[in-house]
């Protein structure tokens, strides 16, 4: 149960963390070798993309759990008190399905990825790897949107974030 509750508390920002950590000093060493070094390594530019891939639709999932996510709180000023709730209930229900939808379609980039059987020029990572960055990602912004979800709806006076 421990595993778990970690896992939904830190899983997203600690794997964010590791992959910007690890992006950081991929290009740290590449800016040396080339400018130092006089030699540039051929794979750190690639890597470091597909870390950037990845790190991207692992933080959207961050900022879904966080309930961070850009949203115009002027225009929810234009409901009435009694309604923003439900408004932003409403959005939180429509990223969902754009979530799902993501997901959905992403699955099919990935299946036919493994079809091809392409690889990455510079370090031969498997394509669908890097094309499974959308689904995972927004497989667990779907997770995460469930929850923000449930939070809500338990909580009807907090309309925006975690306010309670």
Request: with cysteine.
């Amino acid at each position: 149960m421990k595993l778990v509750r970690w896992l939904d508390e830190y899983a997203e920002i600690s794997i964010c963390v590791a992959l910007m950590s690890a992006m950081t000093l991929l290009l740290a060493v590449q800016v040396f070798m080339r400018y130092i070094m006089g030699a540039s390594l051929s794979w750190s530019e690639e890597l470091a993309r597909y870390f950037f891939i990845w790190l991207i639709y692992l933080g959207i999932s961050y900022g879904a759990r966080e309930m961070r996510h850009i949203k115009i709180d002027a225009a929810l000023k234009l409901f009435p008190r009694s309604m923003r709730h439900w408004v932003v209930i409403l959005g939180d229900v429509l990223f969902l399905a754009f979530a799902l939808y993501v997901v959905w379609t992403s699955w099919a980039v990935i299946e036919r990825q493994m079809m091809l059987g392409q690889a990455s020029p510079a370090i031969g990572v498997p394509m669908w790897v890097v094309y499974a960055a959308p689904f995972v990602g927004f497989a667990l912004t779907t997770v995460r949107q469930v929850q923000s979800i449930r939070w809500r709806l338990a909580h009807p006076d907090a309309v925006h974030d975690k306010e309670v």
